[in-house]
């Protein structure tokens, strides 16, 4: 094929030649549809397809690249209006829009005057920018970022992760939504390095209150793994690929999609206040585990003298289960995994107990069983609708 120039792309974007592509965006937990960025893609007369990677590198060389993004903007205000028209409810849509609108002085007046114009609430659109254009970190960006959200609109970071970009613009901006990129994620995230590395930016992220959205997400092992971050949104192919408008309506209208109210209601990270309690009764219970039943994920904030060794400190909370099962006395084996289940656990919860507990024979690292008793208390977040245990266990024989 001979080389794109940049000609070229202005006249495919003069002909309607590029169209806009819609990927959902989902729920961790839920499952259900909760926004989508719109992706350009160009269909030249012939019907080839032209992906973004081959043509926008050449349009932000020159401020051609500001001509697409105000087209894709006007192609989903039109879009959101439509819908509306149409009595479906619009989900968010996060729209891509290169650095070099960093130099445009009415960068805001512009999309305000496009929402406007098809009349798209503001929470509606998100405005993504990428991650390289904070590493300039100029006043410019910062400004930019605060103007745009003080004019109603939300923000993204794009591509969280996938360049050099120093920490320390984190401090420096206030943004309604962290998209983590895949480069970040291995095919199944079972790398203890890359689970530290990635529970720690969802942990800074939900302490900024920012959503948190994982990018490119292809496998279930992925998928697990992100809900023990307690991620809130998935976008990839694991879910869904970037598809064409009308493709896109017949999964609004299946997944009967919420209005944006409780999309950024920001759920604070329970962490922060629990491990305050949590170092308090370390010393009477030497193995503290915080469950969340709903997302089958746990975190061990604490343990010792306990069987614990080969278990990760965070994960998929069956497996937990799963492991511990052999390391009790084999009379007590059933009891165990029957007790702390999260099918039993869950009933328990729903019958209004307050706890489950067993006392089990465990072995220890010394290959002694000792007499363990195990609590799970259940415990509700005022910032979550999540099912919640902790777990306290401690051996009754010290
Ligand atoms: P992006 O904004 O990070 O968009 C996500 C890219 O990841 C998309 O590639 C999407 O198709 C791809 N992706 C999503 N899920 C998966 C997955 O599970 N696996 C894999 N392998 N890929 C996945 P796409 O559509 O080729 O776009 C590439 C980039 O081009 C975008 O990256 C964005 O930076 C840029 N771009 C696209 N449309 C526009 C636009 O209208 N304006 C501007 N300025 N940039 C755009
Ligand atoms: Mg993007
Ligand atoms: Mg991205």
């Known amino acids: 094929m001979s080389k794109i120039t940049e000609q070229e792309v202005l006249e495919a974007l003069k002909n309607k030649e590029m169209q806009v592509y819609y990927q959902p965006q989902y729920d961790t937990l839920s499952k259900k549809l909760k ?4 992706l350009v893609r160009w269909f030249r007369p012939d019907g080839t397809l032209v992906m973004p990677g081959a043509f926008i590198p050449l349009l932000e060389e020159t401020s051609a690249i500001l001509q697409l993004d105000w087209y894709m903007t006007e192609r989903v205000c039109e879009f959101l209006n439509r819908q509306k028209a149409e ?60 103007k745009v959200r003080a004019a ?7 591509d969280f992760g996938s360049g050099l970009s120093s920490l320390s613009f984190v401090k420096d901006i206030s943004v309604d939504i962290l998209k983590i990129d ?7 995230c079972e790398d203890e390095k890359e689970r530290i590395v990635l529970e720690s930016i969802f942990m800074f992220a939900h ?16 998928l697990n793994f992100l809900k023990t971050c307690d991620c809130k949104m998935i976008q990839g192919y694991l879910f869904a690929k970037p598809m064409p408008e009308a493709d896109f309506v017949n999964i609004c209208r299946e997944c009967d999609a919420e209005e ?26 030497p193995l503290i585990i915080m469950v969340n039943l709903s997302r089958d994920s746990y975190y061990m904030m604490a343990y010792d003298n306990f069987t614990t060794h080969t278990c ?7 497996e937990l289960i799963e492991n511990a ?49 195990t609590t799970n208390f259940f415990v509700k977040s005022p910032y979550s609708e999540d099912a919640l245990a902790i777990t306290l266990s401690h051996s009754l024989e010290d």
């Open 312 to 318: 990760a400190s965070s994960g998929v909370f069956h």
């Open 182 to 188: 895949r480069s970040l994620f291995s095919g199944n």
């Open 325 to 373: 099962v052999p390391s009790m006395h084999p009379d007590d084996r059933e009891l165990f995994a029957r007790v702390f289940s999260a099918e039993n656990q869950l009933r328990a919860i729903a019958d209004g107990q307050k706890y489950v507990r067993a006392i089990t024979r465990q072995l220890g690292d010394d290959g002694l069983y000792r007499k363990v008793e």
């Open 260 to 285: 944006s109210g409780d999309y950024f209601e920001q759920l604070q990270d329970t962490y922060g206040a629990l491990n305050l309690l949590l170092d308090a009764i370390m010393m009477c219970y």
């Open 87 to 146: 009595g479906l409810t619009p989900v968010p849509i996060s729209i891509n829009y290169s650095r070099r609108h960093v130099q445009e002085e009415d960068f805001v007046d512009k999309l305000s005057q496009i929402a406007d114009n098809y009349g798209v609430p503001r929470k509606l659109l998100i405005v993504e920018i990428t991650e390289s254009m904070l590493e300039e970190k100029t006043v410019s960006v910062i400004d930019l970022i605060r």
């Open 207 to 222: 302490r900024l209150k920012w959503t948190t959205v994982a990018e490119g997400v292809e496998t279930a092992e992925q």
């Open 152 to 158: 109603g609109f939300c923000v993204a970071i794009d």
């Open 35 to 38: 926004g989508a960025e719109a």
